[in-house]
């Protein structure tokens, strides 16, 4: 038993103050109702911002913290920033839906507040508890997210399906860390690992393929994303941006912590895992996207897609791999808050539209919402010069370094395949007959996260350094 | 000896009263069963020597779970007949699930071992019962060491009475509530009038 004091607490400081400030907000709410929506919307970012400056000030590779359950390395730290960024983004781009779409509900930024707790909680886990608590947190919050709408059949059902497989694959995770404690007597991710370096049974593989298939529905690899077209489509587009945005890169870093320092021993054993689910991931979300004619289904198999790349580094490790995967998936958020900006700015007549063939002809009618959107289109599917095309290059580049030669030439392939669908949205705003114009009231915040993606996707052309040395410095804290 | 008997009592009634549950035609049987079920783990858990388990279980599993199972099916106009007719379809590929599954968890059963560093790894082994009763085992390290996933179990909490008060509480304009502040406020000249009547005359 050791006694808890104020310092030893630093590295949790900003999870405590997201708390708190969740709870006050929470109080703010209840007492002014939803007329505060605003309020509160603009306070968690707020909040967000301040538990930014407070994790910078307390400092990396602190020593473990409550029990050895909560560490805080470069590398949390890097995923971190990226949640947090992305939670203020999505919270920055739901305001003013939520006010056309009529969901004014105060609950609705505290429970992405709520989320992301979760998300730095789980992040930051050193014990199979602490993960399965964050885990839970941040699923929780998106179930009612999902279904926040709830007078709209499709949401409903997005939140119940996403909520039933959920609880199932809970049940997997649960089962899994079981039979891992079973087996090595310890919950302790270091105590697992190096017992498991020892010795190894058949028991414990067993759990831990149970945790890892738990893990690849959280971020849909195939063959466990079944859910994610239903649920993208079916949630209010805010919270559809928020689920392209954050929660994977969460669940991302979690899968990476687990398989390099608890199981790095069955390194054997995972790789062919990986391995498959990369390699399905990339052929389901080129080749199931080409028939989608609704733009937020279409943006689900383009994120099963591109976690498939991702995976790819991962399989690939070591350093260079591993810091690859972080350039992707920082580049691919921003990449996907750009899109959903200009996604949530379909709306005709005070609806929101999200058919491809809504886009057409948006080049004449708003040339400043389709220029953009192609730069974003033209990135994500990896033409050179622009930042998708050096994310995908640098996951290739480490593949073929050791070794998997297969997987790139896939990887290659199905995004030839995928690219035919980003090129599609292209050609139907350039080139077919307008259609009406959208409604042209958007909010300046919005207007300010197309720009910042904007700037983010040209700039790192022409300076990518910076994000490449910040990943590998991260993922120097893993090993 | 005896332990034994009870153990294999406790064990087949359980077993039996689950199987019920899920083919009981009734629902209420069901849920009845289904207490019969918990009641039943429970006496496993006091064979086991947890005898707080147990009665968590008891109270909370039987107390409030099953009870407001029982609300439930009961408040619900839900035809549980109608909602059964598609199952059978999925007899098969459930079948097949659940066979693979019972085949692995007999490998891991067959192939079972603790690790040998297992023993040193525990972090709070079970306390000796005639020192410390198991209340107070769990109560010492459950605030002490594991404080945190024990404090971020009660951001869950909040989250679900959130998420249940979002997904299902409407406002329901024309309900008239009392307003005390309102009552409280009211003056003697708002709410009366003094009128006169003089005899004879009326109103």
């Known amino acids: 038993m050791e006694t808890i004091t104020l310092s030893s607490l630093i590295p949790i400081f900003p999870e405590l103050f997201l708390a708190i400030s969740a709870m006050l907000l929470l109080v703010i709410g209840v007492l002014k109702g939803n007329s505060s929506t605003r309020l509160i919307s603009w306070g968690s970012v707020i909040a967000f911002a301040i538990a930014l400056l407070i994790m910078t000030k307390g400092g990396i590779d602190t020593e473990p913290a409550l029990n050895n359950m909560f560490v805080q390395t470069s590398f949390t730290f890097f995923m971190k920033l990226l949640v947090m960024a992305g939670l203020i983004t999505s919270i920055t781009l739901s305001v003013q839906y939520l006010y056309q779409d009529n969901i004014i509900r105060f609950e609705y930024p505290l429970l992405a507040l709520f989320s992301g707790i979760g998300m730095m909680l789980m992040i930051s886990a050193n014990d199979m508890l602490s993960l399965y608590m964050g885990l839970e947190l941040q699923s929780l919050s998106l179930y009612v997210l999902a279904a926040i709408h709830r007078d709209h059949i499709k949401s409903a059902e997005s939140g119940m399906k996403y909520f039933i497989l959920g609880a199932i694959s809970s049940g997997m995770l649960l089962f899994g860390i079981s039979l891992i404690y079973g087996f090595t007597g310890s919950t302790n991710f270091e105590l697992i690992g190096t017992t498991l370096a020892n010795e190894l049974s058949l028991g414990a593989v067993i759990g831990f393929v149970f945790i890892l298939a738990a893990l690849a529905f959280k971020i849909s690899a195939v063959p466990f994303h079944m859910w994610t077209p239903d649920v993208y489509e079916g949630a209010p587009t805010s919270v559809t941006a928020l689920f392209a945005l954050v929660p994977k890169i969460a669940a991302f870093a979690l899968i990476i912590r687990l398989l390099f320092i608890p199981f790095a021993s069955l390194h054997d054993q995972w790789f062919q895992i990986m391995w498959l689910l990369a390699f399905l991931s990339m052929a389901v979300g080129a080749f199931a996207g080409l028939r989608q004619n609704n733009i937020k289904r279409l943006i689900a198999y383009s994120s099963i897609g591109n976690i498939g790349y991702a995976l790819i580094g991962l399989v690939a490790g070591g350093e260079a791999g591993l810091s690859a995967v972080m350039v992707y998936l920082t580049l691919y958020m921003v990449m996907t808050a750009g899109i959903f900006g200009i996604i949530l700015c379909m709306r005709r007549d005070g609806y929101g539209v999200t058919d491809i063939s809504d886009l057409a002809g948006l080049s004449r009618n708003t040339p400043w919402l389709a220029y953009p959107l192609a730069i974003f289109m033209f990135s994500i599917s990896g033409i050179p010069p622009l930042a998708g095309f050096f994310s995908k290059y640098l996951i290739f580049q480490a593949a073929i370094e050791s070794g998997l030669y297969t997987l790139a030439v896939i990887g290659v392939l199905t995004s030839v395949v995928a690219s035919y669908y980003y090129l599609r949205i292209i050609k139907t705003m350039f080139f077919d007959e307008p259609d009406d114009k959208f409604d042209s009231t958007i909010e300046s915040s919005r207007k300010l996260i197309i720009g910042l993606s904007l700037f983010v996707v040209v700039g790192f052309i022409f300076n990518p350094s910076p994000l490449i040395e910040i990943s590998a410095n991260a993922v120097r804290g893993l090993f | ?203």
């Open chain 2, 1 to 203: 000896m005896i332990s034994a008997i009870a153990f294999y009592l406790f064990a087949s009634i359980t077993l039996l009263s689950a199987i019920m549950v899920i083919t009981a035609r009734n629902p209420v049987h069901s849920v009845l069963f289904l207490i019969l079920a918990f009641f039943n783990a429970a006496g496993l858990f006091v064979l086991l020597g947890a005898e707080f388990i147990a009665m968590i279980l008891v109270i909370v599993y039987v107390g409030a779970v099953a009870v407001l199972f029982l609300f439930v099916v009961m408040m619900l106009d839900i035809s549980f007949t109608d909602l059964r007719k598609g199952a059978m379809q999925y007899v098969p590929v459930g079948l097949i699930a659940g066979g693979i599954l019972l085949f692995e968890l007999i490998s891991i059963f067959v192939a079972w071992g603790f690790a040998k560093a297992a023993d040193d790894n525990i972090a709070s082994p079970t306390p000796d019962a005639s020192e410390i009763t198991n209340t107070e085992a769990l109560g010492q390290i459950l605030y002490t060491d594991y404080v945190f996933p024990f404090q971020v179990a009660g951001l869950i909490l909040l989250v679900a009475m959130i998420g249940a008060i979002v997904l299902t509480h409407r406002h329901r304009p024309g309900v008239r509530k009392q307003k005390v502040a309102d009552q409280q406020s009211r003056k003697r000249s708002e709410a009366m009038e003094l009128k006169k009547v003089t005899p004879r005359t009326g109103i």
